[in-house]
């Protein structure tokens, strides 16, 4: 999702999106340590999704650990 997509979400979606960018990303990651993983490309992707929902996140002051 872009930056600018980010953005638009309220609050509560930014929260739900990180939530799920961060299970998609673990997933990835366990798929890859198992020898699953086909398309390595998705790590850095996933991890550049976190890191932008988390850039949003913190302009807005928004505490990126708190349960949704």
């Given at each position: 999702m872009k930056?600018?997509?980010?953005?638009?979400l309220?609050?509560?979606?930014?929260?739900?999106?990180?939530?799920t960018?961060?299970?998609?990303?673990?997933?990835?990651?366990?798929q890859?340590?198992?020898?699953?993983?086909?398309?390595?490309?998705?790590?850095?992707?996933?991890?550049?999704?976190?890191?932008?929902?988390?850039?949003?996140?913190r302009?807005?002051?928004?505490?990126?650990?708190?349960?949704?």
């Open positions: 930056s600018t997509e980010l953005r638009d309220d609050d509560k979606g930014l929260r739900e999106h990180l939530a960018a961060r299970k998609n990303l673990f997933g990835l990651r366990l890859h340590a198992t020898g699953e993983l086909e398309n390595t490309a998705g790590l850095r992707s996933a991890k550049r999704d976190v890191a932008r929902a988390l850039t949003v996140a302009q807005r002051g928004i505490d990126p650990t708190q349960k949704i």
